[in-house]
C-alpha cells in the first residue's frame, strides 16, 4: 500500500507543534466550555461570538494542510464538527 501522507518540513513540525499546542492548551477547553453551556440551553454571550469568529479566522488554512497532509484531516473534521455543534445549538437555544 503506498504512504500518501508528505513528509513535514521542519518548519512545517514547529509551525504544527505551535497550533497544537495553543489549540489543546487554549481553544480547545474554551471551545468545550461554550459548548457544555450552549447544551445546557445558553445562548452564545458577545464574547464568546467574538471568540469563535476569532478562532475560525485562525484555522482557515487547516483545511488546505490537511489537504497536503490527510493524516490530519480527521482532527480538521472533528474540529469543524465541534464548531458546527457548538453554532447550531446555540442558535436552536437563540430561536426558544
Not at 5 to 16: F, N, Q, S
Not at 54 to 83: C, M, N, W
Request: net charge negative.
Amino acid at each position: 500500500m503506498k504512504n500518501n501522507h508528505t513528509r513535514l518540513t521542519d518548519k512545517e513540525l514547529g509551525t504544527v507543534e505551535a497550533v497544537l499546542l495553543d489549540f489543546n492548551n487554549h481553544r480547545l477547553p474554551s471551545l468545550l466550555r461554550i459548548k457544555d453551556r450552549v447544551d445546557n440551553g445558553a445562548t452564545l454571550e458577545d464574547y464568546e461570538i467574538d471568540f469563535l469568529a476569532e478562532t475560525f479566522e485562525h484555522s482557515r488554512g487547516s483545511d488546505h494542510f490537511a489537504d497536503i497532509h490527510p493524516e490530519f484531516r480527521k482532527l480538521v473534521s472533528q474540529v469543524a464538527d465541534l464548531y458546527h455543534h457548538i453554532t447550531s445549538k446555540a442558535l436552536e437555544n437563540e430561536k426558544k
